[in-house]
C-alpha cells in the first residue's frame, strides 16, 4: 500500500470509530445517564480523525508529527475511557473488543506514520 493510500485508511478507519463512539455515548447517555466519562470518551475519540484531518494541511514534516502525536495521544486517552467503561459495566465486553480493535489499528497505524514521519525529516535534515 502507498503512503497515500496508508493515510486514506487511517482517514477512513479514524472517521468510522469517531461515528461508532458518538452512537455509543448517545446510547450511554440515554440509556444509562452515563455524562461525564461519554462526554471525555466522545472528545477524545474524535478528536483522534479530527487531529490526522488537519496534519493532511501541515505546513511543515514537523507540524504533520505534531498533530499524529496529538491524535496518539488521543487514541491512548479513548482507550482508557474504553477500560473504564468496560470495568465498570456501562458497556458490555462485545462493545467494548469491538472498539478496541478498531483503536488498536489506529494507533499501530499512527505509530507506523510517526516512525516514517521521522525518518523522512531525518533525511530531509541530512540534505540541508
Do not use: P, V
Request: proline letters at 0%.
Amino acid at each position: 500500500m502507498s503512503e497515500d493510500g496508508k493515510k486514506d485508511a487511517l482517514k477512513d478507519n479514524s472517521y468510522q470509530f469517531a461515528l461508532k463512539i458518538i452512537l455509543l455515548c448517545r446510547k450511554l447517555q440515554i440509556e444509562e445517564k452515563e455524562y461525564i466519562i461519554s462526554k471525555q470518551l466522545a472528545k477524545s475519540g474524535t478528536s483522534i480523525g479530527a487531529n490526522i484531518e488537519e496534519a493532511s494541511g501541515a505546513q511543515s514534516t514537523n507540524d504533520f508529527i505534531a498533530k499524529f502525536h496529538i491524535s496518539l495521544k488521543e487514541a491512548r486517552e479513548s482507550n482508557y475511557w474504553l477500560r473504564l467503561l468496560k470495568d465498570s459495566g456501562l458497556i458490555t465486553l462485545e462493545e467494548y473488543d469491538e472498539l478496541i480493535k478498531e483503536l488498536n489499528f489506529i494507533i499501530n497505524m499512527l505509530t507506523k506514520s510517526l516512525k516514517t514521519a521521522k525518518n523522512n525529516l531525518e533525511i530531509e535534515k541530512g540534505k540541508k
